[in-house]
């Protein structure tokens, strides 16, 4: 399985070579860009395509990017930042939040990339057919933009009542978006009910994950065994899948050092997870 990384490990820095080097050497084979304005300005061109260079350099695939999620951030915060929700009832603000997002999307003319993770709606969201609706006509929109980038739309499962994988794989029949994919969360799964059920579900139409660990209560982003999830089962799972699907580690980095370290201790963490179960 490929060895994968999402750059919010990083999301309080700028992202530039010297970082994308460092998770080379850990260990990434394929990496996934997290679209913060602070972290990662899609908006300037030049950081694009200095970007670029080095994936165009070096050896390791783009795998995906991830969304933006908030608008105009100058810094990554926790506290409140203005979110962009692709399910917002009122229409202009519905447009201003697809518009932001193929903002995003248009970095693959320069920086070709495979996939773009996308939510629907925000933690805890409840469900409202109004919002179904309107996430069905922003993903159509969303899709229809990103396809001929030759990147293909990925809807994660994320802890609110439009996002889970029941409704992700209702939404994509009842809206014909066949072309559309999922990314599987183990962490947000092992939250909403547990990794066998969620992954059972979604495997079918899933793509690319998201790997971290909690202790089921808490969206903590934890190194894979620091948390409660059966990694050896996950592990499993992910290998039982039809497409090959990467180990992709989406780790909150807050307050830690050595995190290439780290990064590359929790790859060698999964893969004997593999072997345990295989045994």
Request: negative net charge; hydrophobic residues 40%; contains cysteine.
């Amino acid at each position: 399985m490929v060895r994968a990384v999402s750059t919010y490990v990083f999301i309080r820095q700028r992202l530039h070579p010297g970082l994308l080097d460092g998770l080379a050497r850990a260990g990434a084979e394929a990496i996934e860009i997290f679209c913060a304005r602070a972290h990662f300005n899609y908006y300037d061109r030049a950081h694009v395509r200095e970007l670029a260079g080095w994936f165009k350099s070096n050896n390791v695939k783009l795998n995906s990017m991830h969304a933006p999620m908030f608008y105009d951030e100058e810094e990554w915060t926790r506290g409140p930042m203005e979110p962009i929700n692709i399910v917002e009832t009122d229409r202009k603000r519905q447009i201003q939040a697809t518009d932001e997002i193929k903002r995003a999307l248009e970095c693959a003319e320069h920086l070709p990339f495979r996939f773009l993770v996308q939510h629907l709606g925000n933690s805890n969201e409840t469900f409202d057919m109004r919002k179904f609706d309107a996430a069905m006509t922003s993903v159509e929109h969303l899709r229809a933009f990103a396809k001929p980038l030759g990147v293909k739309v990925l809807l994660e499962n994320i802890p609110n009542e439009l996002s889970t994988p029941e409704k992700l794989v209702e939404f994509v029949g009842t809206a014909h978006l066949d072309d559309v994919g999922f990314c599987f969360d183990a962490g947000h799964a092992h939250m909403m009910s547990n990794v066998l059920q969620a992954f059972d579900v979604m495997k079918h139409n899933t793509y690319s994950t998201h790997l971290h660990d909690n202790a089921g209560v808490m969206d903590s982003h934890l190194w894979p065994g620091n948390g409660k999830i059966d990694w050896s089962e996950c592990t499993s799972l992910l290998r039982s899948a039809q497409r090959g699907l990467p180990l992709l580690l989406e780790i909150d980095g807050e307050n830690q050092t050595e995190i290439n370290e780290k990064i590359s201790k929790a790859y060698d963490f999964l893969e004997k997870q593999t072997a345990v179960k295989n045994t």
